[in-house]
């Protein structure tokens, strides 16, 4: 168990509709990143926060969006949704950043119907 | 940006077999971390080597930054061991984020 947390498992969904992932960070960790991993495009980077503010954006679309609360647990919201969104969100966390270790929620599996 | 390749691609062995993953970088990096993902899909810390040798049981893994490659030694490998092994790695200058390589998919038969 990593420490991080992340709801749902699994969300199944239909095209044009909106999700909101949640994480929770491992206890202390200020820095939070959200990653996709899809067949086609492997695991990519989408957006990181620390300690409420976005740090750096990746291959975020703009039908998505994060945030991170006081409590410093994470949303991505994705909006619009298209077949191609399915995939697994990975949220993960940090003590800060850069160049520390990573550690790894269990993901959230959406699949776009 | 960074580039990382992994290789082998695929790895077929038998139960009890040794294997070596590597991992080549095309810059400097400041973090460097092993995963195994698991059929359910986890993403589970081997190592955090951003340079230097590192033991942990059966796994051991060592990264040589100059050169800009580490390695993955997997021992006595159990059925267990399959799965997708990753490489990330990351650097100052690109912000905290991990760059993934592809992979190397492990299939242990017993």
């Known amino acids: 168990d990593s420490g991080v947390t992340q709801t749902p498992k699994h969300l199944i969904t239909a095209t044009g509709q909106r999700v909101t992932l949640r994480c929770s960070p491992r206890?202390?960790?200020?820095?939070v990143y959200w990653y996709q991993q899809s067949l086609d495009q492997g695991l990519q980077f989408l957006i990181q926060?620390?300690?409420?503010?976005?740090?750096a954006k990746g291959n975020i679309l703009e039908r998505f969006s994060a945030q991170q609360f006081p409590d410093l647990h994470s949303e991505l919201n994705l909006s619009s949704l298209e077949l191609g969104d399915s995939a697994l969100y990975f949220c993960?966390?940090?003590?800060?950043?850069?160049?520390?270790?990573?550690?790894f929620g269990p993901g959230t599996r959406l699949t776009v119907t | 940006g960074i580039q990382v390749e992994q290789s082998p691609p695929d790895l077929i062995l038998q139960e009890g077999a040794n294997s070596t993953l590597r991992c080549n970088f095309s810059?400097?990096?400041?973090?460097l971390q092993w995963f195994h993902q698991n059929p359910w899909g986890q993403l589970i810390n081997l190592f955090y080597?951003?340079?230097g040798t590192k033991q942990n049981g059966r796994l051991s893994a060592t990264t040589v930054a100059t050169e800009r490659y580490s390695l993955l030694y997997i021992s006595s490998s159990q059925t267990t061991d399959s799965g997708v092994y990753f490489c990330?790695?990351?650097?100052?200058?690109?912000?905290?984020?991990?760059?993934f390589g592809q992979g190397t998919e492990l299939s242990v038969k017993p």
């Open positions: 993960a966390s940090s003590p800060r950043d850069p160049g520390y270790e990573q550690y």
């Open positions: 206890s202390g960790d200020l820095s």
């Open positions: 926060y620390y300690n409420g503010e976005e740090r």
């Open positions: 810059d400097s990096v400041n973090n």
């Open positions: 080597i951003p340079s």
């Open positions: 990330a790695v990351g650097s100052y200058n690109q912000g905290g984020k991990l760059i």
